[in-house]
């Protein structure tokens, strides 16, 4: 038994043996992992692709915005591509909205598919930031998440959303419904989110953005459960429809993402006789139109968009609109699809603008040096100055009638410090 | 206002009671506690949707479609496939069984949702209930509720009377509930127990189906929604004991105004994040606690659990090993010739398959299913970000996180001590829920959604961010785990965990300590996952508290588990499979919702394989050798079968033809043999002893005789009819009664339910013994012991059977009692049954008997009439003296 013991021990040891000399072996055959500044580009292209989530639990989807990033970069190749080359776009990765997921689709990406840029990146919990900003590929997309804001690589197409302390936090929400409302003073605004770290913080800006607009602020909950809806919207109805003194306030803002959410509050706080503004994120979604009760019991509510609405007259948007039905005919314009495109737009003009002798070293280096773009699309955009802070650019839409109505058009407001 | 929270959380209350009755109820009668019960309901609620919307079919037929015939035959489907192979598999394979579903169901439904064509269901769709759309609001004593909260309320109120009414007042419910208290028993009464679970099943899928669509207008069509309801449902079950479904049912009508009164009332609690959210697990964890100290395996193990035979045990350690030693090396060779991605992806595998070392250690050789994994890998990953981010030296930080992941394993392991079985399970998924919901929400911790940046891990030489250092890296860390395992397993305190899994009384009684070898394996394991959490942490250069969520650890639990969880091999292999199966699939452009439900097919095997995809390959390999080695010299192993004693026993035309009859019966558990041919026969009218010593085989002739065992060789003859392939329960049908050894009772029954196994109208037996009548209300397991032994022989009396058994009757009994039990022998005897008893004890037996059979090594020895027997044959019998 003991000599048995001594045998095994003595295999195992050997096993050690064999793996630590490849340990020495590995470090001998060190290489420069990176593929080099110039990886996904030739003489005639510029390859890339994009990390959406495209399925997820909640069933919560992303996806359009493959279709918005083609419809750009066909444009972009219709019209000769960028100082000679074409884009090879290489469609999107589905991240799941599981982080690992997403780290491994942008590592598969760089490495595997040899992308340039990452466009779009459109996933609420991306996973693949700090891979990126080591590997030095820059990204593209809708910067909600905390993992952009600070990077020298992640630009959103509207800043970073999710700006730290002391640096800039928008205030275009409340001063645009100001302006909507002919005013703030005197007017109440109670703000709902969810249990969530994340919802709260969203709380927290939002709550800044109607106070710099002159709104008093009559309440912050954050009591609804995050995972699901409650059964039962009772006690938090009821706390809104006293929360001015006993009275209903005049705005109430939802931070919540999920439209199956806002129905259900908007319905219960209808039902219990709320007469005020509703107004969300999330609800510009003309695919809700489809369904009579959802479209119902949205009635009225004011959405609010971080690009030009698709009922406005602006040219950007004939143009957009028109790219979107060359690849999808038919296709139903959503949220998602304006992001995609914006984000690719923005990319390309830091492509032009970078010029004919490209790599990523000199593409960063253009997009961090004083970088300006300006579009009635999505509002403006200045790197690196967006790296830390939203470009505080937004525009309201109005469900009237079953219909989207533009409200306020693309305007930006200066952003105040978060407290 | 407190009165409309009150009413309107009862309708919330009302779906948890429905969902969380079904839930008891298939928990109770099966054993399987089925984690799949919201996916059922999410399946059932989709299906409504869709009959709705794309059929057009009227929302009140599509509901009773969906609940009424859907559901019932979902979980009809479900026991044969699946649940009726569990049941028997062991905990951890129940457990992963029903978890693999969870994630199966829901991807096939939006499978063939997608694949038909149909309408889009996801999060974002608002399906309709079933009252009127849009619904009507009014007012019932000052609280706001609507059309759909009046039908959901009407429903669950019908179906918990329906349900009370069956279970309390047809034979079915009897059935159903004599097989939750004594399955065993149950059979041996004619009940089949196979049939009776599937009627639970159909019955708990049908509860689950009816709650899903009940619940869609809130919740949506998002099976996470599904889950979470499941969770509040599992806690209002917990209330009721998992046995009782009236206790389950106030327990969830509670829970719905727990929680309206929670989120009206304490806004106190707002500044913690998550607190509130999290009340139905704290309620769930205090319930485990408080209510459900696990009675009979005290040891928070699961004894059934019982090891596989080792197949290469036989086989050289070098030849054991090699597969490994050749993967490792290839592995290593593909690491320094193959491309950085898919190096990079083997790296990831590989910090999956170190987490997953830790259910070797905990479930493996502890026995124990722990579902908070993941939280403990987070919690070492954040613990380590936070203290580097605090200034500390990044390999300090490790060791800071490996040892906080650890001190909470051990504080895990504390109410691990007192639960046992699936309540521990429970425990560890709530604690696991509430790290999630409440303690990684704090934002010191976690700093918010930021997360905490950690860099790469260096060695002078060469570091973590080249992936083949993370591969090197990791197999020399999953090479010392291994080490450690194995001296574990092989060490005094190994050998004592293993000890208390297997007799924890014994344990106990030598001097073991349970406790403290639990405590060693949860602080162990949770350091392993700890370690895997922080290299994750370290491979992906940043860690937030949502990337590895606490549902992650489930589906970990069931990727370890069917490759095999007692040994590193399936560890390893398990982290490898759960990075290249997705990376295939996404090659092949095959939808994701096809990984899930392959996934969930896996926990099918299980049902089957209880030990997982290794284990499998060494037994197929061991077979394949005995083939191979029995091919050779044929018939060398078939049973000795010859005939048994030297007596006069097959001497007919002593009176009338045997009525019942073994015939050379060979029959054992497992590779152990009992009995080597037994010859014995039983005439009508006629009392025949079998006699022997401590372990001669009686019992198991019993067993035999009624149909519990099945025989390995020889025939068991009724009235002339072959019935050896019948199951006990169409034997006790055909009349072949067995009184088991100890009490045959239901305990959990009345006198009077207990008597209704057996009986349609049991009158006649108070007639005949009136102190049962006097106690017709009572508990079986109230009774004294003469009183439960009379209440096992009094339906013979009533309905006399062609053949009664009757092991060790007088077992534990008083002299007075004992008398009247043979008097009611006789008796039986006088109406022409045909009587079988067995007993230690030869006095009493002998005093009734008209042939007395003696036993002895697994054979009938002697037979003969009473009148020949005498001393001699008596110590011959009992001493093994010829």
């Known amino acids: 038994m003991v000599r048995r013991h001594q045998r095994r021990s003595a295999a195992i040891l050997a096993a050690a043996a064999v793996l630590f000399t490849g340990l020495l072996a590995g470090c001998a055959a060190q290489q420069k992992s990176a593929g080099g500044g110039t990886a996904g580009v030739t003489d005639t292209t510029v390859k890339v692709g994009g990390v959406l989530t495209k399925t997820s639990a909640s069933g919560y989807s992303t996806k359009d915005a493959e279709i918005g990033a083609k419809a750009r970069f066909e444009r972009a190749n219709a019209e000769g591509g960028v100082n000679g080359r074409k884009i090879e776009f290489v469609g999107a990765e589905d991240d799941g909205q599981d982080a690992a997921k997403g780290d491994a689709a942008a590592k598969k990406l760089v490495q595997k598919d040899q992308v340039f840029a990452l466009v779009p990146v459109h996933a609420p919990n991306f996973g693949g930031a700090a891979f990126l900003e080591q590997q030095g590929v820059p990204w593209f997309g809708w910067a909600t998440g905390p993992q952009w804001c600070g990077t020298k690589t992640g630009f959103g197409y509207s800043g970073c959303l999710a700006p730290k302390k002391g640096a800039g936090s928008q205030t275009w929400w409340g001063s645009q419904m100001a302006d909507l409302l002919g005013g703030a003073s005197g007017k109440t605004v109670y703000v709902q989110t969810t249990d969530s770290s994340g919802s709260k913080y969203g709380g927290t800006t939002i709550s800044q953005s109607f106070q710099a607009a002159g709104f008093k602020l009559v309440g912050l909950n954050s009591g609804l459960p995050a995972a699901a809806p409650p059964p039962d919207w009772l006690p938090y109805v009821n706390k809104i429809m006293t929360a001015d003194g006993g009275k209903a306030p005049d705005v109430l803002v939802s931070i919540i993402a999920g439209t199956k959410f806002n129905v259900g509050l908007y319905s219960a706080l209808k039902r219990a006789g709320y007469k005020g503004v509703l107004t969300d994120a999330t609800s510009y979604d003309p695919a809700i139109l489809k369904d009579p009760a959802i479209a119902q019991a949205l009635e009225g509510v004011v959405a609010a968009p971080m690009f030009e609405p698709f009922e406005s007259n602006a040219p950007e948007i004939a143009a957009f609109k028109a790219d979107v039905e060359k690849v999808s005919p038919g296709a139903t314009l959503t949220q998602h699809m304006a992001i995609g495109y914006w984000a690719a737009d923005i990319f390309l003009d830091m492509l032009k603008k970078t010029g004919k002798d490209l790599t990523r070293e000199k593409f960063l280096a253009t997009g961090n040096g004083s970088y300006t773009y300006e579009n009635a699309g999505f509002g403006r955009v200045e790197y690196p100055k967006d790296h830390s802070e939203p470009n505080g650019c937004g525009a309201l839409v109005r469900l009237e009638g079953g219909a989207f109505r533009v409200a306020k058009s693309m305007k930006c407001f200066d952003n105040v410090p978060l407290k | ?882």
């Not at chain 2, 049939?195 to 669509?213: D, H, K, P, Y």
């Not at chain 2, 010191?444 to 002078?460: D, E, K, R, V």
């Not at chain 2, 959490?533 to 489930?554: Q, R």
């Open chain 2, 1 to 882: 206002m407190i009165l409309g929270y009150l009413l309107s959380g009862l309708v919330t209350g009302a779906i948890f009671a429905v969902m969380g009755s079904g839930l008891t109820l298939s928990y109770a009668a099966t054993g399987v506690f089925n984690f799949a019960h919201g996916a059922v309901g999410f399946l059932t609620a989709l299906l409504f949707y869709q009959l709705n919307l794309a059929a057009g079919v009227p929302a009140w037929l599509a509901a009773l479609l969906a609940a009424g015939v859907f559901a019932p035959a979902l979980g009809y489907l479900l026991h044969l496939v699946m649940f009726r192979g569990l049941a028997q598999a062991g905990e951890t394979a129940q457990i992963v069984g029903t978890i693999g579903l969870t994630i199966a169901l829901p991807a096939l439904g939006l499978l063939v949702v997608d694949l038909l064509g149909l309408p889009r269901a996801d999060g974002t769709t608002l399906p309709r209930g079933i009252g009127p759309h849009p619904v009507l609001g009014f007012e019932v004593l000052g609280a706001r509720l609507d059309t759909d909260q009046l039908i959901t309320f009407c429903f669950s109120a019908v179906a918990a009377l329906g349900l009370w009414a069956f279970m309390r007042h047809t034979p079915y419910g009897l059935r159903m509930r004599a097989s939750v208290d004594r399955r065993r028993l149950a059979t041996l009464r004619g009940i089949d127990v196979d049939a009776t679970s599937a009627l639970a099943w159909m019955l708990g899928s049908g509860l689950a189906g009816l709650a899903g669509v009940l619940a869609v207008p809130v919740l949506g069509l998002d099976a996470t929604a599904y889950t979470v309801l499941l969770f509040a449902s599992a806690t209002a079950a917990v209330f009721g004991r998992l046995r009782s479904i009236p206790w389950t049912f106030a327990a969830g009508l509670a829970l719905g105004v727990v929680q309206n009164l929670v989120a009206g009332y304490t806004d106190f609690l707002e500044e913690i994040t998550g607190l509130r959210t999290a009340v139905p697990v704290i309620l769930l964890f205090a319930g485990l606690v408080l209510l459900n100290r696990s009675r009979d395996r005290v040891a928070g193990s699961a004894a059934e659990d019982a090891p596989p035979p080792d197949h290469l045990a036989g086989v050289p350690a070098w030849r054991r090993r090699l597969p490994w030693v050749l993967g490792s090396v290839a592995l290593l060779v593909f690491t320094f010739a193959g491309p950085e991605y898919y190096v990079d992806r083997a790296a990831q595998g590989l910090v999956l398959a170190l987490i997953f070392c830790s259910f070797v250690v905990v479930t493996g050789i502890g026995g124990m299913v722990n579902l908070a994994q993941a939280a403990f890998a987070s919690m070492a990953a954040l613990t380590c970000g936070w203290a580097f981010s605090a200034g500390w030296p990044l390999f300090a930080a490790i060791v800071v996180g490996v040892l906080a992941a650890s001190a909470v394993g051990m504080l895990v392991a504390l109410p691990a001590l007192r639960l046992g079985g699936r309540v521990l399970t429970l425990a560890t998924l709530a604690l696991a829920l509430l790290a999630d919901q409440v303690l990684f929400q704090v934002d010191a911790f976690s700093n918010g959604t930021i997360g905490w940046a950690l860099p790469a891990l260096g060695f002078g030489f060469a570091d973590t961010s080249d992936p083949r250092v993370r591969v090197v890296l990791l197999l020399a860390l999953i090479g010392l785990v291994g080490l450690l395992v194995r001296n574990l397993e092989r060490s005094a305190s190994g050998r004592a965990i293993l000890a208390v899994r297997s007799a924890p009384a014994a344990a106990t009684t030598s001097g073991l300590s349970g406790p403290r070898a639990k405590i060693v394996l949860f602080a162990l394991a949770s350091a392993i996952a700890g370690l895997g959490g922080v290299l994750f942490a370290v491979s992906k250069g940043s860690i937030t508290a949502t990337d590895l969520p606490a549902f992650s650890g489930f589906v970990w639990l069931a990727v370890v588990v069917l490759q095999g969880v007692r040994r590193i091999g399936g560890a390893v292999l398990g982290g490898l499979v759960a990075v290249a199966v997705p990376e295939l699939l996404e090659t092949w452009g095959v939808s994701a919702q096809v990984g899930a439900i392959l996934f969930g097919a896996g926990g099918m095997i299980l049902a089957k394989h209880p030990d997982g995809v290794l284990a499998q390959l060494a037994e197929s390999r061991h077979r394949r050798r005995q083939a191979r080695a029995t091919a050779a010299p044929a018939e060398a192993v078939s049973a000795p079968v010859q005939p048994a004693s030297a007596s006069p026993s097959g001497v007919a035309g002593v009176g009338p033809e045997p009525l019942f009859r073994l015939d050379g019966v060979v029959a054992g558990y497992a590779d152990c043999t009992v009995l080597r041919g037994v010859d014995l026969e039983v005439r009508p009218g006629e009392v025949v002893a079998l006699l022997g010593a401590n372990g001669a085989g009686k019992s198991t002739t019993c067993a035999v005789a009624a149909g519990d065992l099945p025989v390995a060789a020889g025939r068991v003859l009724l009235d002339g009819v072959d019935v050896t392939a019948w199951p006990a329960h169409r034997r006790a049908r055909a009349g072949v009664l067995l009184a088991p050894e100890g009490r045959g009772v239901f305990p959990g029954l009345t006198v009077e339910e207990n008597l209704r196994t057996w009986l349609a109208e049991p009158d006649a037996v108070y007639e005949r013994l009136p102190q049962l009548a006097a106690r017709r209300t009572v508990l079986a397991g109230a009774l004294s012991g003469g009183e439960q032994q009379l209440l096992t022989l009094a339906p013979a009396l009533a309905r006399p059977p062609k053949v009664l058994i009757a092991d060790e009757p007088s077992l534990g009994l008083a002299p007075l009692v004992v008398r009247q039990v043979f008097e009611v022998f006789a008796e039986l005897r006088e109406r022409g049954v045909a009587l079988l008893l067995v007993e230690e004890k030869a006095t009493e037996a002998l005093a009734i008997a008209d042939r007395v059979a003696f036993m002895r090594l697994g054979r009938v020895v002697w037979t003969g009439p009473r009148a020949e027997v005498d001393g001699d044959r008596l110590t011959a019998a009992y001493l093994g003296v010829t």
